[in-house]
């Protein structure tokens, strides 16, 4: 596609449910990053494919984050049993040249 | 955490004035970036800068770098209404597995006074 897709764009969960988010990068970049934003901050990393694996997922917060992205394309960010802290945006971006990114227009995570 | 720390975190100016906001880095880096935030939704790349560079320029965006203070600047020149957003510099670190995650700073909102 032209840009980096993310759905759904929000998500209202409740606390202890699990939730997939899903990102659809540019195709042929492959280089994939996942960031969370928190209101009044700055996107912080989670996790970085390069093609199918996972090159670096130092910045997942505990083993209840999960993403895979088993093509090399579309990738799925995983959450299970939902706390109210993990509400935030969370940012998807893709890269060819590992340079600038490319990032789509998030996901809205909301836990009541 | 977040390695870069933006100044002034907000900014307010009248249209056609410039606008400069400045970034403090950590660690030492491969490359800075420079992205625009509207609403708190996707950003927008604007311009990168490497390490081995001291000045870039791009339409009416200036980048400076300076690796010795480990500080960078973004200034737009004759602002206007539209450039109402927020702006966060980003660093790519060298050490190795890291050199494409992105650590970014805490951002400056500017607005932009019709």
């Known amino acids: 596609g032209a840009g980096v897709s993310q759905t759904p764009s929000n998500k209202v969960t409740e606390k202890g449910k699990y939730v997939e988010l899903r990102c659809d990068p540019i195709s042929g970049h492959t280089a994939l990053y996942w960031y969370r934003q928190s209101l009044g901050q700055g996107p912080e990393f989670l996790i970085y494919f390069q093609g199918t694996g996972a090159a670096d997922d130092s910045g997942l917060p505990n083993d209840r984050f999960f993403a895979v992205r088993p093509e090399g394309s579309v990738s799925t960010l995983k959450i299970q049993r939902t706390e109210r802290g993990d509400s935030a945006v969370y940012l998807c971006?893709?890269?060819?040249?590992?340079?600038?990114?490319?990032f789509g227009s998030g996901t809205r995570l909301t836990v009541v | 955490s977040q390695q870069g720390e933006e100044d002034p975190q907000a900014l307010s100016i009248q249209e056609g004035e410039n606008a400069t906001m400045n970034c403090s880095y950590k660690t030492s880096i491969n490359n800075l970036q420079w992205y625009r935030q509207n609403s708190g939704r996707g950003l927008v790349h604007l311009i990168l800068i490497r390490s081995n560079e001291r000045e870039k320029h791009s339409g009416r965006l200036r980048v400076t770098l300076d690796t010795s203070k480990k500080s960078s600047s973004l200034l737009i020149t004759a602002s206007r209404a539209a450039d109402t957003a927020s702006y966060f510099c980003a660093t790519a670190r060298i050490s190795s597995g890291s050199a494409r995650q992105l650590t970014f700073g805490s951002g400056t909102q500017l607005t932009v006074l019709p």
């Open positions: 971006a893709s890269s060819s040249q590992g340079l600038g990114y490319t």
